[in-house]
C-alpha cells in the first residue's frame, strides 16, 4: 500500500515559468516531509524539508506547501531553469528513524 | 557533499551467487540505511542501522541482511541473488539530532542474471 504518491509521472516546463510538482499521502501520523532530487546515475540529493506544524517552507527558488488537511504537499520551482531537469522524490517521516518515498516526478525544462 | 562511497557501483552476478555491497561514510553519523530504487516503487527501504551492530528490517527486508561492526561500514548482503534483487541500491547516512534529512551515496547498478 502505497503511502506517498506522486501521480504525474513526468512534468513538461518552459525555462522561466513556474514548475509545481505534487505529492499525497496517505498516513496522518507523518510528520516531517522532504523532496530530494536526483540526477541520472547519481545519489538523491536533499532539497527542502517542512515540519507538520508549518504550511510553508522557502529556500531560494524553492517552496514547499504542506496542505494536513487534504494530507497534500507540493513544490514549487519559480523559475525554472534547464539544471532543474531531473526526478523528483518527495519522502516522509512519522519518527521511528525511516522515510517513507513516493515514486517520482521526472521533471523536464524545456529551453 | 557528505562523504558517502559505495563498492562496487556496477555489478553483474548469476542467480544463486552470494553478493556483498558496501557502503562507507566519513561523517561518523549514526545512522545508515540501504534503499533500492525501481522504475514505479521509488525508493524503498530494505535495513537500516541506528548504531553499531544495531540494525532494523525496512519495507523489502526479505533475501537480505545487513551488518555493521564499525560506525563507518554498513553492509548488505544478498545470501544467493535473484533476478527480482535486480536494482540500483543506495546507501544513506543520517545524524541523531536531524536524523530525517538523510544523505544519498552514489548508487550501485547491480544485475542478476
Known amino acids: 500500500d502505497q503511502q506517498v504518491k506522486q501521480n504525474s509521472p513526468s512534468l513538461s516546463v518552459q525555462e522561466g515559468r513556474i514548475s509545481i510538482l505534487n505529492c499525497d499521502y496517505t498516513?496522518?501520523?507523518?510528520?516531517?516531509f522532504l523532496w530530494y532530487k536526483k540526477y541520472p546515475a547519481e545519489g538523491p540529493t536533499f532539497l527542502i524539508s517542512?515540519?507538520?506544524?508549518?504550511d510553508k517552507n522557502e529556500d531560494g527558488r524553492f517552496t514547499v506547501f504542506l496542505n494536513k488537511s487534504a494530507k497534500h504537499l507540493s513544490l514549487h520551482i519559480v523559475p525554472s531553469q534547464p539544471g532543474d531537469s531531473a526526478v523528483y522524490f518527495c519522502?516522509?517521516?512519522?519518527?521511528?528513524?525511516?522515510?517513507?518515498f513516493g515514486q517520482g516526478t521526472r521533471l523536464t525544462i524545456n529551453p | 557533499d557528505a562523504g558517502i562511497t559505495q563498492s562496487p557501483r556496477h555489478k553483474v552476478t548469476e542467480t544463486g551467487t552470494p553478493v556483498t555491497l558496501r557502503c562507507h561514510q566519513t561523517?561518523?553519523?549514526?545512522?545508515m540505511y540501504w534503499y533500492r530504487q525501481d522504475p514505479g516503487h521509488g525508493l524503498r527501504l530494505i535495513h537500516y542501522?541506528?548504531?553499531?551492530?544495531?540494525?532494523d528490517k525496512g519495507e523489502v527486508s526479505d533475501g537480505y541482511s545487513v551488518s555493521r561492526s564499525k560506525t563507518e561500514d554498513f553492509l548488505l548482503t544478498l545470501e544467493s541473488a535473484t533476478s527480482s534483487q535486480t536494482s540500483v541500491y543506495f546507501c544513506?547516512?543520517?545524524?541523531?539530532?536531524?536524523?530525517?534529512?538523510?544523505?544519498f551515496g552514489p548508487g550501485t547498478r547491480l544485475t542478476v542474471l
Open positions: 544513506a547516512i543520517s545524524d541523531r539530532d536531524s536524523w530525517d534529512t538523510q544523505y
Open positions: 498516513n496522518s501520523m507523518f510528520d516531517y
Open positions: 517542512i515540519s507538520s506544524i508549518k
Open positions: 519522502a516522509a517521516s512519522a519518527g521511528a528513524q525511516k522515510l517513507v
Open positions: 561523517e561518523n553519523h549514526r545512522y
Open positions: 542501522s541506528y548504531g553499531v551492530k544495531d540494525t
